[in-house]
């Protein structure tokens, strides 16, 4: 359904919902002291790691996605900085400052780049000159996406919408009215495969026409359940698998599940509770549990591989499946690289000692991390 069809006070009630999302998940957060950290083994320094390079932005503190287009990564700090970088060198290729705290980002296509303040405005520059902004109508913690000359966004309300990325100018607007009032305050799903947007909506993967915002389907891959709120809220979270046509996602503290997003159709389901996203290639499909084990899962039919528990509750990001490896950066600042055939370490890297606040990328030949501190971090194997 069209989001320009909603009544005002449908849009007021969805508004109102998302700021007190914000406290319930907040007040969440806060509890019983949690279980200490894993000890770590010695440094097993079975493949050679080193660090290409590093640079700077200014602190991270909100689900950062960074962006990569072919050889160029960007990222952005909190305080509204934006910065692009060769991912070979390090090199800086433009900086720039949108003025205001940033809440969810950082999105580009190599020539345009996109962000949502914390005042809820999208804001497009390119290559590091603001083109234009426009006032969202709700929270957004999910990364715009740039593709084919536009600009999707979508906010915690669960209205997705598309802009010319040149003019600024609103082409359309989705929104599934009746929804779970309830949303995360981090990153979602929301990619292009063929000529479908791919998004993420409460428990499911809807497919989009992103000429037009007309909905072509439909897969859900957990359903709400629990006695309360916050126990029914399962809204799929970013990072995706992505093999062909072949979309595998995360339901928060749920599921994981696969969708074949030429027909819209569940290929498999299965428990799984994690809060971060997942990774993988054609074989295997790589999570972290929320309590730190680390899982693999065979991607055709969801069947688990092997489980790790080296990690356990050392504040895990979602990994990252490269070559033989499997990346995962956890909250001292360390990135640890597994074996992918059985979850044994092959390395770690240091960075500065502070929490790694966005799932590792693969940049060319360059795996590249961001720390809370603004750090970022360029490695590649030997």
């Known amino acids: 359904m069209m989001a320009r069809g909603e009544t005002r006070s449908w849009r007021s009630a969805r508004r109102l919902a998302v700021a007190a999302m914000a406290l319930v998940l907040v007040a969440c957060a806060s509890g019983p002291d949690k279980p200490q950290p894993a000890e770590l083994s010695p440094n097993a320094a079975l493949i050679s790691v080193r660090l290409a390079w590093s640079a700077r932005i200014s602190p991270v503190r909100y689900p950062l996605d960074v962006d990569v287009s072919g050889a160029t990564v960007t990222v952005a700090g909190s305080d509204g900085s934006v910065a692009a970088f060769d991912s070979g060198s390090g090199a800086e290729q433009w900086r720039a ?72 100018r609103r082409l359309w607007s989705y929104a599934r009215q009746g929804d779970f009032p309830l949303a995360l305050r981090q990153s979602s799903v929301m990619l292009p495969v063929g000529d479908t947007l791919v998004v993420g909506i409460s428990g499911r993967l809807v497919g989009i026409n992103p000429l037009t915002g007309s909905l072509r389907w439909e897969s859900p891959i957990a359903t709400a359940r629990g006695t309360n709120d916050v126990e029914r809220l399962v809204d799929l979270v970013g990072r995706v698998s992505r093999d062909g046509n072949v979309v595998c996602a995360r339901a928060f503290q749920a599921a994981i599940g696969c969708v074949d997003t030429t027909r819209g159709s569940l290929l498999w389901s299965r428990p799984a509770a994690g809060a971060n996203g997942i990774h993988g290639d054609g074989e295997m499909i790589f999570g972290t549990e929320s309590d730190g084990k680390v899982i693999a899962w065979r991607r055709s039919n969801g069947e688990p591989a092997w489980t790790s528990d080296r990690l356990r509750y050392r504040g895990l990001t979602a990994p990252l499946a490269i070559g033989r490896s499997v990346a995962v950066g956890d909250a001292t600042g360390l990135v640890h690289f597994l074996s992918r055939q059985d979850g044994s370490l092959l390395t770690r890297m240091p960075t500065d000692g502070s929490p790694i606040v966005a799932a590792p990328v693969l940049a060319g030949n360059t795996l590249v991390v961001v720390t809370q501190n603004g750090g970022v971090f360029g490695f590649r194997p030997d």
């Open 97 to 168: 400052s949108v003025g205001a705290d940033i809440g969810g980002g950082v999105g580009s296509d190599g020539r345009y780049t996109a962000v949502v303040t914390r005042t809820n405005e999208l804001v497009v520059l390119e290559r590091g000159r603001e083109l234009w902004r426009e006032k969202l109508g709700a929270l957004s913690f999910t990364a715009p996406l740039v593709a084919g000359e536009r600009v999707f966004a979508m906010t915690a309300d669960r209205v997705v919408s598309a802009y010319d990325a040149r003019s600024g």
